[in-house]
């Protein structure tokens, strides 16, 4: 009877975990087919701080945000977010050898 009870608690412990799983992905997706976000939907999306959302926005940063008049909630529009976040692209290898290679076929047609 002990070993059924443990097994049915294990089963229990797995459908949950399984549950909470599936909860966070409709989240996710919720938030994915959105167009416009409250600050709590940004920090999911962006895997920020609520905090360091609020502090980003009080030090004018180019993050792109919107409040409605009043109430002094924060609203991001996904799109917007979403490229403000890829915008600083950072050079891989093959950029950086390209740039040296540019930069010496430049050279050379300088001192010809």
């Keep these: 009877m002990v070993k059924i009870l443990q097994e049915f608690k294990e089963m229990l412990m797995s459908i949950a975990g399984e549950l909470k799983e599936l909860k966070e992905t409709v989240r996710m997706s919720t938030i994915l087919n959105k167009e416009v976000l409250d600050v709590n939907e940004a920090a999911v999306l962006t895997g920020y701080k609520v905090s360091y959302l609020h502090k980003l926005s009080s030090v004018?940063?180019?993050?792109?945000?919107?409040?409605?008049?009043?109430?002094?909630?924060?609203?991001?529009?996904?799109?917007?977010?979403?490229?403000?976040?890829?915008?600083?692209?950072?050079?891989?290898?093959?950029?950086?050898?390209?740039?040296?290679?540019d930069y010496f076929s430049k050279k050379g047609k300088k001192a010809a």
């Design 60 to 101: 004018g940063t180019d993050l792109p945000i919107y409040s409605s008049s009043g109430n002094g909630k924060l609203y991001f529009k996904r799109l917007e977010l979403l490229e403000w976040m890829t915008k600083h692209k950072r050079n891989n290898f093959n950029d950086f050898q390209n740039q040296v290679d």
